[in-house]
């Protein structure tokens, strides 16, 4: 069973910056493209950004793109997700995944782990 544990969550000022990371265990860390989701107050998880195994090929979701860089070290086992110009609407629980990517669709494959909560103050 895959465990993934996500951190770097906190309360930023509107314009700032925050770097999530999310360590996943087990051995096949390296052999599937992982994706960061998060969850508003109220609203249904979406999709944030996937990254495909090696790193080669990344997509973002439109409302994030030019602000977020999703980035990966295969020997931690750990993605990572850099956040800068943080909106108030950006603020939501934030999870990772490993997931089944056939671009757009991208499924998650795990249980969802705990989360790291992002709060933008405007």
């Known amino acids: 069973q895959v465990q993934l544990v996500e951190s770097g969550g906190g309360l930023v000022q509107a314009g700032g910056s925050l770097r999530l990371s999310c360590a996943v265990s087990g051995r096949t860390f390296s052999m599937y493209a992982m994706g960061w989701f998060r969850q508003a107050p109220g609203k249904e998880r979406e999709f944030v950004a996937t990254?495909?195994?090696?790193?080669?090929?990344?997509y973002y979701a439109d409302s994030v793109k030019g602000r977020f860089t999703i980035s990966r070290d295969n020997a931690k086992n750990t993605v990572y997700l850099q956040m800068n110009s943080l909106k108030p609407e950006d603020t939501a629980v934030y999870y990772c995944n490993r997931v089944l990517l056939s671009w757009p669709r991208v499924n998650p494959l795990d249980a969802w782990g705990q989360g790291t909560l992002v709060t933008v103050s405007s």
């Open positions: 990254i495909y195994w090696n790193g080669g090929t990344i």
